[in-house]
Each structure stands twice: as structure tokens, then as C-alpha cells.
């Protein structure tokens, strides 16, 4: 009923009627009267480490894989000085890297000193002769020879400059 204060004590049935709602400002309406919203959301990309399982297990391109990895967090293990630790026991040297601080800290333990970097940066600021290795305690472990980064920095090349 209007006017009824639901929250009167006993014997006060009616009072005052409630204020009105307060209405919210809006934003001008575009030419045309209608707000612009798009009829379905953006889909998010894949995380790094879904499309590490997708590209390990085929089922998505090398391209695919690196455009998601360029520009993905990376977490790198670092030592007291800056750069990037290396694993000098392996056929070539290869960099641990991670797809998520969880990863990380299975590897290198809860208190291990690391930074965060994208893939793209990566791809660039890795030395020559250097390969690196994804998630190497993970279930999907990655490795990309020197061999393969070169093939990711000629293709991140050929993106940005045709």
C-alpha cells in the first residue's frame, strides 16, 4: 500500500509517503537515440598457460601461440644482479620462464626473487644463442631452442614492419 511505513512500531500504521528515487545521471545519447553497446562481448584471449596446453597439444598455430605469448606477463627467476637466469646444463643454455607466479614458485620455492616481463620484451631482450623453457615443473612444459626464438623475433618482425 502507499504511504505505509513498514517499519512503524506498533500503532503507527501510516506515515509519510517515501521520498522518490534518486535517479542516476546519463550519459548524452549519440545521434541516432540509441547507446552504442555491442550486441555480444568481446570473447577474452586465452590465458598463457591455456594456450601453451593448446599449442603443446596441436591444437592451436605457432602464429596463434605467439601473438597471445607477445603479449602475455612472463615470470623470470633473477638472481642478486639484473637479467635473466640461465640453465647452462642442457644442450644449448635456456632460460626458466613461467606462466604464473604459481609456476614460478613451484620451481624456484615461495621465497625466490623474480620480475615480470611480456613475452614481446622477451623476445627481445633475450641474448643470442638463447632458448628458454615455459612452466619446466609444469605439466605442459615448453622449450624453445635458439633455433625457435629466432624464428619467433623474424615473425614478430615481419607483424610490425610487413
Known sequence: MYGYDQN???GQGYGA??????QQPQAPMPPGGYPEQPL?????????ADAVRAF????????DFQQIFATSKVYCPRGDSPGFLALHNTQQPVIPM???????????????????????????LLP?????VLDMEGDHRM??????????????????YG
Request: net charge negative; charged share 20%; glycine share 6%.
Open 8 to 10: 512503524a512500531s506498533a
Open 40 to 48: 555480444y562481448p568481446e570473447p577474452s584471449p586465452p590465458s598463457l
Open 98 to 124: 613461467f606462466t604464473s607466479l604459481k609456476e614460478l614458485r613451484r620451481y624456484a620455492g615461495k621465497e625466490s626473487k623474480y620480475f615480470v616481463i611480456t613475452g614481446a620484451e622477451v623476445i627481445d
Open 56 to 63: 603443446t597439444t596441436g591444437s592451436m598455430s605457432a602464429e
Open 143 to 160: 622449450v624453445f631452442d635458439a633455433k625457435a626464438v629466432e624464428q619467433m623475433v623474424d615473425f614478430a618482425m615481419r607483424r610490425m
Open 17 to 22: 509517503p517515501p521520498p522518490p528515487p534518486q
Open 128 to 132: 643470442t644463442g638463447y632458448g628458454f
